[in-house]
C-alpha cells in the first residue's frame, strides 16, 4: 500500500508539498479550508530583497541565503540550505511552464515590477505578463474605468525625471463591471482585446505599456499575445489591490498541476484539531459546516499558513498554532505591531510561527514532538516574509522538503 | 489684512454651531479650526444625543437642558441623529434605589421614561445580559458627530461665514489691552485676521490658548477611552441604571458599537495614549451589560478629552448659564475685552451653547437679532430623514460593482467627488474619511486607501512624489487606533494590509518625507 | 431560538461577518459574477451588506436574488466566513418583503408538483418539451422556456423500495434518496442500491420527505424547517437502530440535511448531521478500511468528472473520479470548468436563466473540447444541465459503478 500523505493547505506551500510527496509515490490528499492568500499578492515568487531591515536590498538573493546559514540558522532558508531554493525555484518554473503559464528569473538577481502605486518592488521570479523593466514603460493605460488604477497618479511617481503618457480606454466597457473580475473577462471577448489591441496602435505603437493587473486567470497568456500582435509593443501587468489575478492564475495552475499528478483535493475543510499516540500524529480533525470527522494517514504536512489564514490563530494575549498546538516560537510576547505600521523592522508578530529542525519537523522543548509531521511555508518561525519579501520561495524550498519528507525520502 | 467681525477659533460642534448662529444673524464669522472640523472632543465623544437620563439624578437641570435640546436636534438635524431609542438597565447588584430615583429625576426633567418588562427588554435587545432585573425604556438617541459638525459649517457658509480647516492660531492681536483679532498658520504660511471680538470654542486647547491671551482659564481634562467593535450588538443606547461610572454606556454607532468610557486626569488634549488598564475596565465592564460584547471583532479605539471648566476664585460675571457650560466674557473677568470662551458642556447643548455664546457676541458687537437655530432645520431639503443604516445599503443599489470607493462602508466616487471641494486643495485622506466614512469600516483604509488617493490625484489635489507621504500618512492616521486593540480579527486584517502596502507596495522603503 | 411574540429579525447573520478581512478572493470565485454586473458579488452582497441590514429597516433591490448558493465563495474563503449563508438569510429578508414570486413558488414545490408528474408521464413529458407549451409557462409562470427540464419516472423510485428489501449486511446505512430520484429520474438510486448491496452494506431507507433545498435557496425556510424536522427524526431513529451513516445520493440534498438544516434551520442535530456522505465518501471509507470488496468486468468507459458545486461545499472532497479510475477500462478525467449555472431552480426562472447559460458556457466548452462518452455528476441539477448545453449524455457516477460490477448485465 502506498505511503498516505496528508496536506493541510493549498496555497504555495502546501501544493507544492503535495506535488512532491506525489512524485515520490505518496497517495496524498490535500485539506484545504480557503484557496490560500496567493491573490493578495502580486502574483510573482519573492525570493529575498531585503535581509537585513536596516540595510539595502540582496544583490544576489542566494548568495544572501548562503550567508544566513552562519547569521541566522532559525530562518527557514537556513534549515534547508541555498541549493535546495534553487532546485525549488527551477522546479516551480517547470511546473507552471508545463501547465501554460510562463515565469521568468532565477534566485541570483532581484527584478523590478513596477507597482499601480508607481512604486517599484523588488521580488525574484515574475510572471510572464509582468516581464519587463519598469523603466521601459512609455504609456500607462487604464481600461474599463477599474478604480485600482491610477495611471496619472502612476505616470506621476514611476517618472520623476521622465514623464509618462497616459491613458485610458474605457468606451465599450460601460457595460461591463468595473472591477478586475469584470474587466478581465471582457478582456477575454476577441472585440474588446482587440479594441484595446487597437487603441494601443494608435497610441503607441511598438511602445511598452502598463495596464492593471487585469489579464484573466484563465487566458492572460493568450489575451496578451494577441494585443501585442495587433499594437506590435509589450503590455506589461502593474500589480496592484486584490484580487491579484496574477496570483490567482499562478495557483489555479499549481493546482491543476496536482490534480493531474493524481493528488486528491478535499475543498471546504477545516483541520481544527488533532490526535497524536506514541510520538506519532494519528489524525487531523476535519470541520465541515458544524460537523467533525479524522481524517487519517502515514504522513501530515502543516501547510496553514499564518494569521491570514488561520494557520496562526490570537486573542488579547496571545498567539496559538490551532490544529497541533504547537508551540509558537520567534515572538516574545508584548504587542504584536511596532508603533508605527510602515517599518522596514517588520512587524514582532510576523515572524513568529513554528519552529522546526532541518528535516521540517516542529520542534517542543527536546526535539520533534512528532515524527510524521512536517512543516512548511508562512507557519515557520524565524523569517518575516512580508518584511523580507521572501515569502514565495520559503514555500517553494520548505514545502519541497516537507512533501519530500513527508513521502519518506530524502529531502 | 482681513478684517471680519467674529472670529472663531476651534471647530468642533460647538465652533461650528456658533459659526451658524451669528452667520444666521447676519455676522461676519471666520472660524478657525488647526485641524479638520471635530477633530477634538466632538469627534472623540460616544456619539450619544443624551436624554438627560444619565443626569437625571445629580443634575436635574442639566437633565432638562439635555432633554430640551435632544428633541431640538432631533428636529433640525434629523439626518445626523439616529432614532434608536434607549434602555437602562439594571443588573444585580446595582442599588436598587436608583431605579425610583431614576424615574423621578427623569420627571421633574421632562424626560419620557417607561419601565419596560425585563422579557420584552430581552425580546427588544437579545443581546442583553438576560440577568437584568429591571429596565426603562428613554429617549437617547446616536448622533453623528463628524456630520453634526459639518452640516453646521455648511448652513454657516451659505450664510456667509467662512471655515477654513488646516488653520491653527498662533497669537493674538492686541491694541493695548483689548483683543483685535488673531494670527494663524496655514499651509501657505501665516496670516492675520482683525476682528471686533474673538471667541475661544476650543475645548481642551482653550486652556492654552487663553494663556496665549493672557488670561487664566481653569480647565481639568479628563480622558475617556472607548472601544469600537465592528458590529451592532444592540439597536438602542444601553445605559446601566446605576449612578454614572467607567464602561457603562454602549451605543450603536452607523454599523458599528462603541462601548465607553474611562476618566483619567490629563495635562494635555494632545498626545492621548489608550492605556492597558483602560482596556481591562472596557472588556471586563462591557460583558456585564453585553455578555458577547468582547466576542465581537474589536476595530478600533479612541480617547477623547473632556474639558471640565473649572470655576476658578470670583464667579462673578462668569455668566453661569448652567453647571454644564459657561460663557466667559473675558472683557469683564480679566480685562481682555474683545475676547470670550465658552467652556464646558456637551454635543447634546451644542445648540444652546452656540445660542448663549452668540448672544453674548451680539451684546458685544451691539448686534440686535435673536437666535433662531432651534426653528431652522440644517438641511435645506423639504423632507430630511433621519439617519438609518439602510441609506447605505442602498447605494448597492444604484452603484455598479467598481464604482465604490469604500466597500466597507458603502462610498462611491460620487460621494467623495462632492465633498473635495471642502478640502480647500489639500490632499488629506483623513479629511475625506471625517466627511464620507472612507477608512471607517473593518478594513480600516486598507483597501480604500489607495482608491480615495487615485481620486483626489484624478482631481489634482496630490502634487507629484507626493502620493506615498499622502497615503502614509493616512495609513498611520488609522493605524494608531486600531494598534491598541490589535488582536483576533483585525489583526489579521492588519497583516492582510501590511502585505499590501510594504510586500506589495514597497511603502516600508518609500520616502514619504 | 425560542418563541417569540413578535416577528424578530434572526441575529445569526449578524455574527457571522466579523471574521472577513475583505480579501476579495471570494469574488474571483463566484460564477455569478463572472457573467453579469447586476449582482455586486459575494463581498458586497454578503459581509459587506450584512452590516448595513438593519432590523426593521427596509430591504435592498432584488440583486440579493441573483445569487445562485453555489457556496463557491465559502469555499475559498480563508477566514471560513459563511458567505453563502449570510446570502442565505438576506434572500430570505428579501423574500418576507417581497414574496416569492410565481416561478420560485412552483419550482421549489417540485416535490409536490413531480409525483403527479410521473403518474401522469405521458403529458407531463410533452407539456415540459412542447414548445407552444413552454411558452405559456413562461409567459404565465416566469419559468423559461429555453431551461432544461427533468424527466419524469416511469415508476416512482419510493415505489419500488416499497417491496424491496435489502439483504442482511453487517454493515448498516440509512439512504437518503432525494425527490429527482424519486419522481423524475430513479436509476442513480437503483445503481446506489446495487452497489451498496453488492458491497454487503445493508441498506436502510428510512421514512423521509423532501430536503428542502430548493426552499432554503429561496429563502423559505419555514417549510424548510418543517420537513427537515421530520426527517432528522426519522434520520437520528435509523442511526438509533444501528445504521452506521446516512448516504444522500444527491450532493444539494447532503447540504440540506446536514449544513443547512443545523446552522441556518437552527434544528438540532441530534448526532445525525455527522454521520451524512454522500455515496462515494461512504464507498472510499469502506475502501480505505480494506472492507470495498467489488468485482468488477472491463469497463470501457470514457467519462468526464463534474464536481457540483454542493459537493465540494460539503468538504468531504470528490471521491468519485479516484474509485472510478480503479475499475479496469474506466478513465474519468477531472472536468474543473467551474460552475454549471443550473443552480437547481434558478437556471429554470426566466429572470435567471440567460444567467444560468451564460455561467455554464464554460463546461459546455470544456465538454465539447474533450468529447467525453459520458459526463459524471452527483447532482441531478447538473446533469440535466449539462445534458442540455451539450447533448453528451450524462450519469450519476454510481451508475457507472453500478454498470461495471462484475455480475452486472452488459449496459447499453
Known sequence: MRRRVLVIGGGIAGLTASLEAAQAGAEVTILQAGQGAHHLFSGCIDVLAYPDPDGPAAENPLVEIVKLAGSRPEHPYAKVGAPMVREALTSFIARLDAQGLVYHGSGETLRRVATALGTIRLTGLVPDTMNGDPAQIDVVCNVGFFRNFAEGMIA?????????????????????????????????????CAALGEFLRELAPGKTVAIPNVLDAEHATDTKRRIEEIFGGTLLELPGLPPGLAGVRMIRALRRAALDAGVRIVAAARAVGARSADGLVRGVWVRAGANERLETADAYVLAAGHLITGG???????????????????????????????????????????????????????????ENLFACGDILAGFDPYRERSGGGVALATGTVAGRRAAGVSA | MERTEVVVVGGGVTGCGLARDLAQRGVGVILLEQRDLAHGATGRCHGLLHSGVRYAVKDPIAAKECIEENLIVRKIAPHCVEPTGGLSVELPGDDPTYYDRLRQGCDEAGIECEPLDVADALQLEPAL????????????????????????????????????????????RRAGDRVVGV?????????????????????????????????????????????????????????????????????????TSIIGTTSITVPSPEGL???????????????????????????????????????????????????????????????????????????????LMAEKTADKVCELLNVDARCRTADTPLREAKRTPHYRRYDRLARLNETPPGEMICECEMVSREAIRAILPELNGRADLADVQHRTRLGMGPCQGGLCSYRGLALMQAEGLVKPGEAARVLGRFLEQRFSGINPVLWGDQLREEALNFALYCTLFNMDREDRS | ????????????????????????????????????????????????????????????????????????????????????????????????????????????HAHWLSPWGSRF????????????????????????????????????????????????????????????????????????????????????????????????????????????EFNIASLKKALDEGCEAIVVGSPSCALALSHESGDTLGIDGQGVYEKVVDVFTYLRRLRDEGELNLRFKET???????????????????????????????????????????????????????????????VAARVAEWQPQVVLSECEGCRMQIAHLTGVPVKHPAQVLAEALADSPPSK
Open chain 3, 300 to 362: 470501457p468507459v470514457d467519462a468526464a468528472f463534474h464536481e457540483a458545486c454542493h459537493l465540494t461545499a460539503l468538504g468531504l472532497g470528490a471521491n468519485a473520479p479516484g474509485l472510478l479510475n480503479e475499475i479496469p477500462g474506466v478513465r474519468v478525467r477531472v472536468l474543473d470548468a467551474g460552475c454549471c449555472g443550473l443552480a437547481g431552480t434558478y437556471g429554470m426562472k426566466a429572470k435567471t436563466g440567460e444567467l444560468a447559460r451564460a455561467i455554464g458556457a464554460n
Open chain 3, 121 to 228: 408521464r405521458p403529458i407531463a413529458m410533452l407539456m415540459l418539451r412542447w414548445k407552444p407549451a413552454r411558452w405559456f409557462a413562461e409567459k404565465l409562470f416566469g419559468i423559461d422556456r429555453r431551461a432544461p427540464m427533468p424527466p419524469f419516472a416511469k415508476r416512482r423510485f419510493s415505489t419500488f423500495l416499497k417491496k424491496h428489501k435489502s439483504p442482511a449486511g453487517k454493515r448498516k446505512v440509512a439512504y437518503f434518496y432525494g425527490c429527482f430520484t424519486d419522481s423524475n429520474d430513479p436509476a442513480p438510486g437503483h445503481a446506489i442500491l446495487r452497489v451498496l448491496e453488492a458491497a454487503g452494506v445493508e441498506v436502510h431507507i428510512p421514512p423521509q420527505q423532501c430536503c428542502g433545498a430548493a426552499l432554503v435557496g429561496a429563502g423559505h425556510f419555514d417549510h424548510a424547517r418543517r420537513q427537515n
Open chain 1, 156 to 192: 506621476a511617481e514611476l517618472g520623476r525625471r521622465t514623464s509618462r503618457a497616459i491613458a485610458s480606454l474605457s468606451y465599450g466597457f460601460e457595460q461591463g463591471r468595473r472591477d478586475a473580475v469584470g474587466i478581465a473577462g471582457q478582456l477575454c471577448a476577441a472585440d474588446r
Open chain 1, 312 to 370: 496562526l490563530v490570537s486573542d488579547r494575549y496571545r498567539l496559538r498554532e490551532p490544529i497541533f498546538n504547537l508551540p509558537v516560537r520567534g515572538w516574545s510576547g508584548g504587542r504584536f505591531f511596532a508603533e508605527k505600521f510602515l517599518t522596514t523592522q517588520g512587524h514582532p508578530a510576523l515572524s513568529a510561527g513554528v519552529e522546526v529542525d532541518e528535516k521540517l519537523r516542529p520542534l517542543g522543548d527536546s526535539g520533534p514532538l512528532y
Open chain 2, 183 to 255: 494670527r494663524y498658520r496655514d499651509d501657505d504660511g501665516e496670516h492675520e485676521i482683525q476682528a471686533e471680538v474673538t471667541v475661544l470654542a476650543a475645548g481642551g486647547w482653550g486652556k492654552p490658548l487663553a494663556a496665549l491671551a493672557g488670561v487664566k482659564v481653569g480647565m481639568t481634562l479628563s480622558k475617556g477611552s472607548l472601544v469600537i467593535m465592528n458590529r451592532r450588538f444592540c439597536d438602542r443606547v444601553i445605559n446601566r441604571c446605576r449612578m454614572p461610572a467607567d464602561a457603562d454606556l454602549i451605543i450603536p454607532n452607523g454599523p
Open chain 2, 273 to 351: 495614549l489608550i492605556e492597558d488598564r483602560e482596556l481591562d475596565v472596557l472588556l471586563a465592564e462591557g460583558i456585564d451589560l453585553v455578555p458577547d460584547f468582547f466576542s465581537g471583532r474589536t476595530l478600533r479605539a479612541y480617547a477623547g478629552v473632556r474639558p471640565l471648566y473649572q470655576e476658578a476664585e470670583a464667579s462673578g460675571d462668569g455668566r453661569n448659564i448652567s453647571r454644564g457650560f459657561f460663557v466667559l466674557d473675558h472683557g469683564v473677568r480679566d480685562n481682555a475685552p474683545g475676547l470670550v470662551s465658552i467652556v464646558g458642556g456637551k454635543l447634546t447643548t451644542y445648540r
Open chain 3, 1 to 108: 431560538m425560542s418563541k417569540q411574540k413578535r416577528i424578530v429579525e434572526p441575529l445569526r447573520p449578524d455574527t457571522l461577518f466579523d471574521p472577513c478581512i475583505k480579501c476579495t478572493i471570494c469574488v474571483t470565485a463566484c460564477p455569478v459574477a463572472q457573467v453579469t454586473a447586476a449582482f455586486p458579488g459575494p463581498k458586497q452582497a454578503g459581509p459587506d451588506a450584512q452590516r448595513f441590514r438593519g432590523r426593521g429597516e427596509p430591504v435592498e433591490a432584488s440583486w440579493i436574488t441573483l445569487c445562485t448558493g453555489c457556496h463557491r465563495c465559502q469555499t475559498v474563503c480563508p477566514a471560513d466566513v459563511p458567505i453563502a449563508e449570510i446570502n442565505l438569510f438576506a434572500k430570505q429578508r428579501y423574500a418576507r418583503k417581497h414574496g416569492y414570486g410565481l416561478a420560485t413558488q412552483l419550482l421549489t
Open chain 2, 129 to 172: 445580559n438576560p440577568n437584568i432585573t429591571r429596565a426603562l425604556r428613554v429617549p437617547d438617541a446616536a448622533v453623528d458627530p463628524f456630520l453634526l459638525s459639518q452640516e453646521n459649517a455648511r448652513a454657516a457658509q451659505r450664510d456667509g461665514a467662512h471655515i477654513r480647516i488646516h488653520s491653527q492660531v498662533i497669537d493674538f
